[in-house]
């Protein structure tokens, strides 16, 4: 059962990032600040308003950026494939690029929130999966976890 973990909590450290545009498109993506745990390649959760997305973290010549959150790992691998939740979320927040929201850091390097600033919201922390199992279901091509 997924715990509960309010975006005030001791244990949330909170980063101010940015939105930017992604690449040429007018996009939004999310710029992330130096000091969160998360490397170019890694594959992450990131809350949007209550929901668990999957995004991939990448880089570019200004730093780590996501460029989308997805339903499953596999849309995040292929992001044409399906609809960008960060989008969805940025249009539905009324934020565009250039504007400033805030990180949690829920668990370094898999589990991240999104949230406007000053706003508290409360996550549904889930467990990391057993590191063997998604070793083997990436094996085999089921990575939707």
Known sequence: MPERLPSD????????????RSGGTRRPCLRLPDGVSAADG???RLHLDG???HARV??????????????????????GDGENRLVEWCR?????AGEAVEL????????FGLR????????????????SLADIAEKFGRSDE
């Open 51 to 53: 929901t668990a997305y």
């Open 104 to 111: 949690d850091e829920l668990d370094g390097g898999y589990q």
């Open 42 to 44: 890694d594959f992450v």
């Open 9 to 20: 909590h001791p244990s949330v450290q909170t980063f101010r990032a940015k939105l930017a």
């Open 92 to 96: 539905d927040n009324d934020r565009g």
């Open 58 to 79: 990448s880089s570019d010549a200004s730093g780590l950026v996501i460029r989308g959150a997805y339903d499953n790992k596999r849309l995040a691998r292929v992001p």
């Open 116 to 131: 406007v600033p000053g706003v508290r919201t409360v996550y549904r922390i889930t467990k990391r999966p057993n590191s």
